[in-house]
């Protein structure tokens, strides 16, 4: 959960930063302009695109293969993403998949009379974060910039009963309870906190059956195409609402 001591002044000018999973906060936006007053826009690139996106000279940019794309996604003609363009940034799903984190590691803590000790478990967040491409862009803009706020929400987790294979593979992450995901959100603080990031986690009121996302907030003929990743613009509404409560509003007491 955020900090609304950690915002000490609200945020003039964001940029929300990600993949595919832009289009449902773009969405999201239309239908409740929840950010209020708040000038925002849009950074990035889907599919194959994202992984063209490298920094370059300390800034975000686009490759031949990502250009029209990040032009499309944009629409303001910002061609390069840098640290100080704006005073917070909100990266948004961005290819940090907790699906590929949190099953694993719950399937441990979930496990009767398991012990994992903090070390090793603070060397997987580590791991995890590292190999992220776009949790390293975070890193250096909050490094570059420790004035603005920068902020992380990973991709959320599976979509539940699309791919029974994926259930199947985690015997005991499927009965985790919320303590056990706490755990999992702490250790990731600590870690986004010793890099000035803060993590905007998935609602716990979204999950179910340990490691999954309600089918409620899954997008639109998700089983059919067999899309478990992609969410409703309703869960983006979630993830924004709880930002701008508590990072876009000025703090009145502390």
């Not at 940019?61 to 940034?89: C, H, S, W, Y």
């Not at 907030?217 to 983006?236: L, S, T």
Request: glycine letters at 6%.
């Amino acid at each position: 959960m955020l900090s609304r001591v950690e915002a000490q002044s609200p945020p003039t000018k964001l940029c929300i930063f990600g993949d595919s999973h832009l289009s449902a906060a773009s969405r999201a936006l239309k239908e409740a302009p929840v950010l209020g007053d708040l000038a925002y826009e849009f950074w990035g690139a889907d599919g194959p695109s994202f992984r063209d996106l490298t920094l370059v000279d300390g800034r975000i940019t686009p490759g031949k293969i990502a250009k029209d794309v990040v032009a499309t996604v944009n629409g303001q003609g910002r061609e390069t993403l840098g640290p100080t363009d704006f005073d917070a940034f909100l990266f948004y799903g961005a290819r940090l998949r907790m699906s590929e984190f949190m099953p694993p590691m719950l399937d441990l803590l979930a496990r009767p009379f398991a012990h994992v000790s903090a070390a090793v478990a603070r060397k997987q967040v580590r791991s995890f974060l590292g190999k992220t491409r776009s949790y390293r862009f975070a890193q250096h803009f909050a490094a570059q910039n420790p004035k603005a706020s920068v902020v992380f929400t990973p991709t959320s987790l599976l979509t539940a009963d699309i791919l029974p294979r994926v259930a199947n593979g985690y015997r005991y992450a499927k009965k985790a309870q919320e303590p056990h995901r706490a755990i999992l959100r702490d250790l990731l603080d600590e870690a986004g906190r010793e890099d000035g990031i803060t993590f905007l986690h998935q609602p716990e009121r979204t999950i179910v059956k340990g490691m999954f996302t309600d089918p409620a907030y899954g997008i639109a003929g998700a089983q059919e195409d067999k899309d478990a990743v992609h969410k409703a613009p309703a869960y983006a509404r979630l993830i924004l609402e709880t930002y701008a409560k508590q990072v876009c509003l000025p703090v009145t007491q502390v």
